[in-house]
């Protein structure tokens, strides 16, 4: 019988896993009539949303060539803007994006003129750059702006031009990345790189419309990975136009012509979608609703329902099953799944799937849920299918009305040898903020415990204290809430200790 080293990764708060699945609730609307209007607070094909950092709301009225501004509960404040190329107007039917700055300054993308334009919080007019063309620093048909508020540096979505380019605070060039095509790293002719946002660890997520994906990259331009392909099944786009990061990290997609949005992780593993045709709560419109939206910094979102002539305006609110901890582990001839959830409203169950590193996800057994239950209750699932390699699992709580999410996953890898020795590596990333992976491997079975000390040596955290099979682990340590400076993390087993130093810096 061989013999197989596993490795374990689960995703840590600390010292354990918290996962709450998540519904969408409808608060209110911007724009109530049934027909584009040039009244204040109606819309006409409203194309850009953004939040400033009091939660008042900015939305581009675009065929009405203005900027309305909102406050947090949807009442009409001001307006800015007019039809024309001078200071301070949009080109018309094309104002198209937006992104507020910590200070409040606002940059729209004037999509028709070519350039963006930057007022303050009140809507006058401070500056401007950009112009037609191909070279550095000029557009054609920009489409999406966000900025790195860590430099304050402005990247823009050259949609005909196929690049996003970057400049500093003032608009001064820095560099671009991208070009025509359909590899990575390249974008679709004419309806390619329509928006973008900085996730947590500060990559940019980019909208390949036409080219049905989205793309990630470091804040360079640096190819990491991708996510979607054409179609309308679960991970799929059809056109997809915007993009944002929820303050959890969650990366969401504005599918445009599935009239959906589709949920991600920072990973680019597909969670889950919400949304459907229609003119109802948590609807949009066919083929050019759903394409744009932001966050508060909380748990409310803002969604650009175009051709419904609307901006809603969504809260997450946990769904009833609260999961605290998700792990997999090897007994001989079997992978067993153990997780345990603290409170459950109207669990029906859970779907246990499954992906090999090269093939998709596939349902492989299914467990029944409590229903209602205040009190912890633990489940397991066994599965028998062994094979060399990696393999991951999640679960899909279900509820009795339908209603599911996804759990983060575990990843097992299978290999054919076991490690030689005890080795404690070096985290990554060093320096971190505010979370890094601490790995190391066992020789044999042992007790194993894993501790996070301060630079004066107090206890900050214990990962792990627990009996553990030889092989290798993996653990995701986070800092959140801990001050910059050098910490120690030190492994202790039967007979072996090592410690070593990592930089939290934020």
Known sequence: MKRYLYILIILFNCVILHDEFFAQVFEFQIGTTSTPSTSDGELDSPSGVAFFPDGKILVIDKNNERIQIFSSTGNFIRKFGSSGSGDGQFFSNAAEDAAITSDGDIWIVDRGNDRLQKFDSTGNFLAKFGTLGSGDGNFDDPYGVTILETTGKIYVADRRNERVQYFDKDGNFLGKFGSLGSDTSQFASNGGA???????????????????????????????????????GDGQFDNPEGVAVSPTGDIYVCDRNNERVSIWNSSGVYKSTFGSVGTGEIQFASNGGVVDMAFDGGTKMAIVDRNNDRVQILSDAALPVELISFTALIKKNLIELKWDTATEINNYGFNIERRPETADWTNIGFVLGHGNSNSPKSYSFKDEEMTAGKVYYRLKQIDYDGSYEYSNMVEVSLLESLPSHFVLNQ????????????????SSESQAKLEIFDSIGRLVSTLVDEKQFAGSYSYNFNAEGLPSGTYTYRLTTNGFSETKKMILLK
Do not use: C, M
């Open 194 to 232: 329509s928006d973008l946002a900085f996730d947590l660890d500060y990559n940019l997520w980019v909208a390949d419309r036409a080219n049905h994906r989205v793309q990630k990259f470091d804040s360079n331009g640096v190819f990491i990975l991708e996510i979607g392909s054409e179609g309308a």
């Open 427 to 442: 985290n990554y990333p060093n320096p971190f903020n505010p979370a890094t992976i601490i790995s190391y491997r066992l």
